[in-house]
Structure formats: structure tokens, C-alpha cells
């Protein structure tokens, strides 16, 4: 930090295994993923290639190496996998993560029906080789999964060798864990943590609404996804308590009150 604050909660250090921000990068030539780690090494995790966007990345090797050499766990979204699956080209993208050097990979079943034993299988396999993130969750809209089945795909994802969970929303952000209009599905969320770990637990986060919510149930180690290169260091900022979203969320009582009561001294 550039200057001294009190009452900042402490964050996590890198290597983090909680307070994880995943940043997606839908796009990024080589040099904005150059400018984006001078600003954002120090706060961000892991970096997603959004989708199946590694297919068609100019300068893919020379990309991966800038987010790799800042520190920064690379990995292809979960929907170039599943386009390998689909293709039965499972092995494919097995020697694809060894051409890459990739330390890890996403397995996902947002586009394609994949039985879940299938895919807790798939999840075995993989963590053979890499560190698992796997997803949970529909990306389509009406489709609704009862707490239940999600807690329950959790575990099981887990206990096959999945690092962490995703809890999928979309880069819309109202799908999965969030309500059509944007809202938080609490009774979903809720449900969930008290059965799974919620440092186990990735939620993606799009939007700030999102974002403030889960930072305010959960604190500022939480783990968050999908966040928006741009966003990166916004989003620090609203979990150690430096935006109006969540400015009083970590001063003390006391404080609060003498604040109201005396105003600025």
C-alpha cells in the first residue's frame, strides 16, 4: 500500500487459497495483458481466457507468458474444453494443456449435457495432470437446479479432485447464483455454505452489485470470478472497505459512532 490507513482489513497473501480474484480476459491484445499486469499483478489470482477465445488469440504463447511471468495462474475457459469433448477430442486437449505448460484447467457443462458422473470422471482424469476448477451451474436462463442438486454436484466435484468450485452466473450476471434481475439468490447461497466450504467456493461476480454483496456476507477474503481486467483494481478497493459500496463494512463500532455523534474532527 502507498500510505498508512487504519482499520483496512487484512488481506490474504499471495499464494492465495481464499480471497481469489479470477479476472476473464475476453480479448486483451499482448500489450493491454502487458499493461494490465503492471497495474494488477499484485491483485489478481488467476487469469481465465474467457470461453474458447485461446483458439483464435494472437500471440497466445506470448500472452500466457506475461500473465505467467506476473505471477498469475493461467487457464483456457471451460467452454474450449467442452468444445474438445464434444468432438470426442478429450485426449487432444490433454497433450493441448502440455503444449502450454498449463498448470491449470477449467471443466465445465454450461453448453453441453454432460452426465455428472461423466464429468466427475473427466474431473479425475484432468487432476492428474493440472489443478481443477470445475463449474456448477446452467448458463441458459429459466433453467433452475434446486439447492439441494447444487450442493450436492459440489461434493462430488470436490471429492473427485476439483480445486474449487465455480458457482456459475454468466458474464450477464443473472443466472445461477443470481436472481433475472441481477439480485443475489440468497436462499441458494445460503443453502450452499452451510454445506460446502465457502473458501471451496468461487462465485463469479460480473457485476459490482454482485461483487458488494458477497464481500459484505462474506468479508474481503472472499473468492470472486469473472471480474473484468478493468475492474481488477475496483474491486480490491470495495473489499478492504475504499468505495461508498462498502466503506463502512470494516470500521468498528466505535468508531461509527463517535463518527455520527462528533462528526469530522
Known amino acids: 500500500m502507498n500510505f498508512s490507513l487504519k482499520q483496512i482489513p487484512e488481506r490474504s497473501a499471495k499464494p492465495r487459497q481464499a480471497g481469489l480474484t479470477m479476472v476473464m480476459d475476453k480479448g486483451l491484445s499482448l500489450r493491454e495483458a502487458e499493461d494490465f499486469v503492471s497495474v494488477n499483478a499484485g491483485y489478481a489470482d488467476l487469469l481465465k481466457l474467457g470461453f474458447g477465445s485461446a483458439f483464435v488469440t494472437p500471440h497466445l504463447e506470448k500472452k500466457i507468458k506475461v500473465y505467467r511471468d506476473a505471477g498469475l495462474d493461467v487457464y483456457f475457459g471451460g467452454t474450449l474444453l467442452e468444445a474438445f469433448i464434444v468432438r ?45 476448477v470445475s463449474e456448477v451451474g446452467s448458463k441458459e436462463e429459466g433453467i433452475i437446479i434446486h439447492p439441494n442438486r447444487w450442493i450436492e454436484m459440489m461434493e462430488k466435484e470436490l471429492q473427485a479432485g476439483a480445486w474449487k468450485v465455480i458457482a456459475e452466473a454468466r458474464e450477464s450476471g443473472t443466472v445461477g447464483i443470481y436472481r433475472p434481475n441481477g439480485r443475489a439468490h440468497v436462499t441458494l447461497i445460503n443453502k450452499i ?55 463502512f463494512s470494516f470500521i468498528d463500532a466505535k468508531s461509527k459512532a463517535a463518527f455520527s455523534t462528533d462528526g469530522i474532527e
Open 193 to 247: 455454505v452451510s454445506r460446502v466450504p465457502q473458501e471451496k467456493i468461487i462465485w463469479e461476480t460480473p457485476n459490482k452489485s454482485g461483487q458488494t454483496y458477497f464481500i459484505k456476507v462474506f468479508g474481503a477474503n472472499v473468492n470472486l470470478g469473472n471480474i473484468a481486467p478493468t475492474e481488477t483494481l475496483a474491486v480490491e478497493t470495495l473489499r478492504i472497505g475504499l468505495r461508498s459500496d462498502t466503506f
Open 88 to 132: 470426442k477430442q478429450f485426449d487432444d486437449y490433454l497433450r493441448l494443456l502440455e503444449k502450454y505448460k498449463m498448470t491449470h484447467a477449467e471443466l465445465s457443462d454450461g453448453s453441453i449435457s454432460l452426465p455428472h458422473d461423466k464429468k466427475c470422471e473427466l474431473i479425475k482424469k484432468l487432476s492428474k495432470h493440472v489443478t481443477v
